[in-house]
């Protein structure tokens, strides 16, 4: 048992698509913490080498939830801090696919090909190289805006989503937009380890508990248009887009507002100095919109909320 | 007295083209060491915050050179150990420039304009704000292959050139295949601090002393078709293309290149692999091609050559 105030499994209740209309298979306080059951993002569906997929699965990242947060209203933040995120299998996956990722279609990438990486006591093992656990939580958002139809699980966009992004990780608290009552978090796709890019268009795919505890942010002094990173040293706002130039342009805004509401900047100073301290991050270049995170040190820039 | 073998000022020699037939200014031993001497990126064109730039310079960039390397033969590797960047004058300035960086056109930010960001004792200050400096050479690159016209100091390609990247400072190491006799080396364009992405178009622009020693390595195991940044813990390809996309695909392949050739692995165990750990950096959006680096850990990557 973990200890936390409610559990939640796969199981139990998982989607496929963030839409305005998720309803809760879960309700809890602000301030609760919840045990997250998550599926390897193919849900088992490669556990040998020789287990291939020939396409992407109509349904695939299936995220764990959704869990309403009592209270969060639009225009509200949804702080979701990640408390443990613990492998509940002996190895992960790291896949293949044709039409799927960086070098897709390039003469000496083989596709589809899967390979087993086992993991025992938080080390990863690929053939003789051993590789230091270090889990991400690759899917996480929630409900979306009303004028939006609802993003499938693999599409990452202003409400979370597919984000792949390292930084998703135990320690660190992503912030979201609240857009409908309750907010309706949910998550999975998880990676024991994983390389900003996702290159291959997978980490090592792995099935997870996740310890969160989540937090309602009501009347924040910044408001948030998407998701917000806060590691140990720095602030990150995160955009997807078609392209990574599109990414960076929002990522850059988002980095900007926030400094010029700490410091008094207008935009051009603040731009000014974003292009001195921190800077664009990779989070992946491989899922249908692209994401791309924009760091402030902390040095630079206090809770924002 | 840097105390280095040889010196060489910007005065003395400096060119705005990496070409195929570049003529030395200046030819060294390998082993020995140089002080190169270089002027702010703008040579002094902005020294206050009222003095701004309506276009980018035909001429820009200044890279004092070129150097050859006695021994240096296409094919061959130049090793360059950056052992010491000393800033020259009082500050540096961050300007924006109409037609130029990330956000450019859009309606909040301004251009042009000019910032200084006086420099004193390590720190740097912008405004109220102080950043430590963390210099970083923006322009350095080798003569160009035999079949290219050249490259204007702005643009950053497979011979180096506007590389712009963070991880191009004190006690790295940046490897460029030599593509002419005597590799012809040219460097300029440092920056007090700047961010990953260079946003706005500039880092601080400053004067600088660089110290480097430079070493031929004849009959490298592994060949290099772009540069290469040696950190402490990792390798770093660095690949310059139209979009940041190719730019990935190209860094990507890069390390994939050196990961089979350490291991053992085909191209897509490699592909597999890189997905997993390190990733893709973003160094610069903002030149005429954009820069990424593709980091392999040293932990699973050892000297390649």
Chains 1, 2 share one sequence.
Request: charged content about 25%.
């Amino acid at each position: 048992m973990s200890g936390t105030d409610h559990t939640i499994g796969y199981e139990d209740s998982k989607i496929y698509e963030f839409t305005p209309d998720l309803e809760a298979a879960l309700t809890v306080e602000s301030g609760d913490s919840v045990t997250v059951e998550t599926a390897d993002s193919l849900e088992g569906a490669v556990m040998d080498d020789d287990e291939v997929l020939e396409s992407v699965p109509e349904e695939v990242n299936a995220a764990t939830g959704p869990i309403a947060v009592a209270g969060a209203t639009p225009g509200d933040l949804l702080a979701v801090h990640i408390d443990d995120i613990r492998i509940t299998e002996p190895a992960g996956r790291v896949v293949t696919i044709d039409g799927f990722g960086l070098l897709d279609g390039h003469e000496n990438v083989e596709s589809p090909r899967s390979k087993m990486t086992p993991v025992d006591d938080g080390t990863l093992s690929f053939d003789d190289l051993e590789v230091p656990v270090d889990p991400v939580i690759g899917t996480i958002g929630v409900a979306t805006r009303d004028d939006e139809e609802g993003y499938s699980t693999l599409i990452p966009h202003d409400h979370g989503g597919n984000l792949d992004t390292t930084d998703i990780t135990t320690g660190n608290t992503v912030y979201f937009p609240v857009f409908q009552d309750g907010a309706m978090l949910a998550m999975g796709d998880c990676k024991a380890v994983m390389a900003d890019g996702e290159m291959c268009g997978t980490g090592s795919e792995i099935a997870t508990e996740i310890d969160v505890t989540l937090e309602v942010v009501s009347d924040p002094a910044v408001a948030l248009e998407r998701p917000l990173v806060e590691t140990d040293d720095a602030w990150k706002p995160l955009a997807s887009a078609e392209t990574l130039e599109e990414a960076c342009e929002l990522a850059n805004q988002d980095a900007i507002a926030l400094l010029a509401a700490e410091h008094g900047f207008d935009d051009t100073e603040a731009y000014m100095f974003s292009s001195l301290v921190g800077g664009l991050e990779i989070s992946q270049v491989v899922d249908p919109l692209v994401t791309v995170r924009n760091a402030v040190p902390k040095a630079y820039l206090s809770e924002p909320f």
